[in-house]
């Protein structure tokens, strides 16, 4: 099953855009599931250094705009 982590500031949007999938029958067709920050444990205030590195190990997906647009560090 593939994972797609959704940053905590689009959890609104990514909640509406599955239940278009879902009524659509879109989600029927495929293996992903939506997981949100505090499902899986990990802080809102997470760096993104921390945020992508936690993606990249349990192999997800990340749903994301630019976190906090500052630094090396940012998505």
Known sequence: M?????????????????????TEGWLDLTDFRLVTFAEIGL?????????WRFVQQH???LLTGNRNRKGDDSL
């Open 2 to 22: 593939n994972t797609i982590l959704v940053d905590h500031n689009l959890e609104g949007q990514a909640a509406l855009l599955w239940s278009t999938f879902a």
């Open 43 to 51: 802080p809102f205030d997470a760096s993104d250094r921390e945020v």
């Open 59 to 61: 192999q997800m997906l």
